[in-house]
């Protein structure tokens, strides 16, 4: 099942995970790109601009945020 959660507000941190790969993103915005369902977003540890067909996205603390980042770098 594909879950997204998109919370509009300048102090929102986010963890994106790509199902498909198993890989775990951090962010601080997520976009819907059109009516497909996929979200676009920017990686806080790489830089990188990353467009996901499904994905599972929850709204995490600024903590569980900080942590994860690290651990991606």
């Known amino acids: ?7 509009a507000s300048c ?3 986010y963890m994106v995970r790509d199902p498909a790969s198993g890989t ?3 962010t601080r915005d ?3 790109t059109g009516d497909s369902g996929s979200v676009k977003f920017k990686d806080e540890s790489t830089g990188a601009k990353v467009i996901i067909q499904q994905s599972e996205v929850r ?3 600024e903590d569980e945020y900080e ?3 690290k651990r991606a770098k």
């Open 30 to 32: 997520v976009d819907r």
């Open 1 to 7: 099942p594909v879950v997204l959660l998109t919370v």
């Open 11 to 13: 102090a929102s941190h």
């Open 24 to 26: 775990t993103y951090y």
């Open 67 to 69: 942590a994860g980042v």
């Open 59 to 61: 709204r995490v603390s």
